[in-house]
């Protein structure tokens, strides 16, 4: 059973933490960053996780930017 001083302190440490979903801001590529990626990744040598990793994004950045760049290649 978990005593009053327990509950109290385990709110008290949940409270401190970040709220689920708050990160921060997302890192943003600079237009030769996302041009490099791009190029990287359709040379099929470089996963996603690869180039963000070099990068310093997160691979879904870099996916982004790489499906982002190929809806603009077939409109």
Known sequence: MIT???NK???NRLSTMPEKGKRGPKK???PE???????FYT???YSFA??????????ET???AVLEHMNKLNK
């Open 4 to 6: 009053e001083y327990e």
């Open 9 to 11: 302190d385990l709110f």
């Open 28 to 30: 943003k590529l600079t």
């Open 33 to 39: 960053q996302e041009k490099m990626a791009v190029e």
């Open 43 to 45: 040379k099929g040598k």
């Open 50 to 59: 690869g180039i963000g990793a070099v990068l310093g994004v997160s691979d």
């Open 62 to 64: 870099i996916r982004r």
